[in-house]
């Protein structure tokens, strides 16, 4: 299932550089994203993990334009090569090229059409099927997310389906505007660990039939981290530490992913589970240095008020900690 | 479904007793039938021939059980005040009053839904406030003012529209104007309200990362809404065909149900308040039905007991 090293093609897809987002709660602007830069290459497999709140998700949907009003994006988006120059231009690449998949399908489908319907408008509208043709594919996409008796399920109201069948309906409405790059917020959140398992078995499988990019949001990165190429550990808005999947848990870098791997409960029976001291810092409040600093074990005082340094090693992987200058010298 | 009908059709029966009931002795508590039937000048033995020939100098218990039983065959007997058949005024009226609220809950429905779908996805400052004070004021205008009003304007003015009374679609654009503002403010305000609401939810998003169209965006967030929306203007509905119309009619001199009622009630006629008290029951329980109904198809959760 798990294939870390497959030869991605390297033709970057989606390119997002130094994305800011600012939200005005009422006059007060709170700068939930401070610069987070993602590439995403065609058929590759990509993981933002990183605790609740910390970004993740509202820099996935600065990319497709998804977020309220009252935000405001700043950086520089290009898909395939092209750079996206307004909101505009961002909302057509929804759907038919960068296709979403939520966390809480019950919230997420409409509870009040079926779910075969919410699956196939999307094909009327990509494809310009009429509705006996759109129902036919509806039916075939709700076969290709593996749901038993796809014409019966085509019938059924969210409510009627399990969470993890729900979940299934709507990687299929996603899938159903043949998007080139899946983002799955947190899309098996709140499943139970099996159908955890299934869903992300079912992503990984159709990323591989399909050629499918995917970005594996999760404030759980022992569920994703295994199906990802590369990972983006967030915190406070930035990405903190980012490079190959392998080389960061063969040997994380930064503290904060230090601390997040150690969080993960271990199969040895002794382990008592080690949490990270304090709380994430809140996007109106973050500390004027490095975020992470107020809960680093490894705090080097003074001198984490101000900004940390970006460290690109040679493989590529990016640290934004004032540890690496101390400890490499660089 | 069928177990749902027959509990409502017991109800309703229930209901009917009881309201039967009700007008029997509310009248004879608090009135004198007899002497609101006959001129202020009527001599005691004008006073008793005339109880006599309505049969209210029998005992109390006999008359009850005598107007039961006629009211439980359905035969309500003829007016006091007007000596014509009772349930005969009461289907002549009733047409009327459901011509008059048809027409006022049409143009409710086609001016406050758009109305608050426009207000609930406006982004212009000033359309918000500007329809929020015409709702507030559709909300606070009396009834009967506006009625007056639109006469004063319209009829004495301009001459645009007929006073009062019934005969061509003329006479029924003003008294359903008067009729439609309360639920037209009523149904903007809980279209606007729900609709954004619901335009916030999870699964609008989902539907807007599909890249559906913004229509077809809405068309979710309005599935959604219908609840609520129908709940109040069925509720509004309701209401007229229970004789709200009441104010309205006695503005216009519109002669629907809602008049009958006062009439029936401030001449303590118990056949004829009988009969209206009857058929405006039987109208409320149908149309509740017909609610239940609407409902079922709105929501599948209610259909399958779950909400």
Request: charged share 20%; net charge neutral; glycine share 10%.
């Amino acid at each position: 299932m798990n294939q870390p090293h497959r030869n991605a093609s390297s033709a970057p897809l989606l390119q997002a550089s130094d994305i800011h987002v600012r939200f005005d709660v009422e006059g007060e602007i709170h700068h939930a994203v401070r610069g987070v830069s993602i590439d995403v290459a065609e058929g590759q497999t990509v993981g933002l993990v990183g605790e609740s709140g910390c970004g993740k998700t509202v820099s996935m949907l600065a990319l497709v334009g998804l977020l309220a009003s009252n935000a405001e994006v700043s950086g520089r988006i290009t898909y395939r090569g092209n750079l996206i120059k307004s909101h505009a231009e961002l909302v057509a690449l929804r759907g038919s090229t960068i296709g979403m998949v939520f966390q809480d399908s019950m919230s997420s489908l409409n509870p009040l059409l079926k779910v075969g319907v919410q699956v196939g408008e999307a094909v009327r509208r990509h494809r310009g099927l009429d509705r006996k043709a759109a129902k036919r594919e509806a039916i075939r996409y709700l076969e290709q997310v593996s749901l038993p008796e796809p014409d019966h399920v085509y019938h059924a109201y969210p409510h009627e389906l399990s969470g993890g069948e729900r979940q299934r309906v709507m990687i299929a409405g996603a899938l159903a505007c043949e998007p080139e790059l899946l983002i799955a917020d947190e899309a098996t959140t709140g499943l139970d660990v099996t159908t955890q398992a299934e869903i992300l078995d079912l992503l990984s499988s159709l990323r591989d039939s399909r050629g499918l990019a995917v970005v594996f949001v999760s404030h759980d990165v022992g569920a994703v981290a295994e199906l990802c190429d590369d990972l983006y550990v967030i915190y406070g808005g930035r990405s903190v530490e980012a490079g190959r999947t392998s080389e960061i848990l063969n040997e994380p870098r930064h503290p904060y992913t230090r601390a997040l791997l150690d969080a993960l409960p271990g199969m040895e029976v002794r382990d008592r589970l080690t949490g990270i001291p304090g709380l994430p810092p809140l996007p109106h409040a973050f500390p004027p240095g490095c975020a992470f600093a107020p809960r680093c074990a490894q705090a080097m005082g003074e001198q984490c008020n101000e900004p940390p340094p970006l460290f690109t090693m040679k493989s590529g992987r990016r640290v934004e900690c004032w540890l690496e200058g101390a400890v490499t010298g660089d | 479904m069928l177990q749902v009908f027959v509990k409502r059709t017991f109800r309703g029966l229930v209901l009917a007793f009881v309201a039967v009931n009700l007008v029997f002795f509310v009248v004879h508590v608090i009135g004198d039938p007899v002497g609101r039937s006959l001129p202020l000048d009527a001599t005691p033995e004008q006073y008793a021939a005339r109880a006599e020939s309505l049969g209210f100098d029998r005992p109390l218990w006999e008359q009850y059980t005598d107007y039961v039983g006629d009211v439980a065959r359905l035969d309500f007997g003829d007016s006091i005040s007007t000596q014509a058949p009772a349930m005969g005024s009461v289907l002549t009226r009733f047409p009327r009053t459901f011509l008059l609220v048809g027409v006022g809950m049409g143009l409710t429905a086609l001016i406050g839904i758009p109305t608050g779908v426009i207000l609930a996805t406006t982004k212009r400052r000033w359309v918000d406030r500007l329809g929020n004070s015409l709702t507030l004021t559709a909300l606070s205008v009396p009834q009967f003012w506006l009625g007056i009003l639109l006469i004063l304007v319209f009829s004495l003015k301009l001459g645009w529209f007929p006073t009062s009374g019934i005969g061509g679609w003329k006479h029924v654009v003003l008294p359903s104007i008067a009729l439609a503002i309360g639920p037209l403010g009523k149904t903007i305000q809980i279209t606007q309200v729900t609709l954004r609401d619901e335009l916030q939810k999870p699964y609008i998003r989902t539907a807007r990362a599909k890249g559906l169209s913004e229509g077809r965006v809405l068309y979710h967030a309005l599935r959604n809404a219908g609840v609520a929306v129908a709940t109040v203007f069925s509720h509004e509905t309701i209401l007229a065909l229970a004789g709200y119309t009441v104010l309205v009619e006695t503005v216009f001199a519109w002669p629907g149900i809602g008049s009958l009622i006062a009439e029936a009630i401030s001449n303590l006629d118990i056949p004829l308040t009988s009969a209206v008290v009857v058929a405006v029951l039987l109208v409320v329980v149908v149309a509740n039905s017909l609610v239940d109904i609407m409902y079922r198809r709105l929501d599948p959760r209610i259909a399958r007991g779950l909400k």
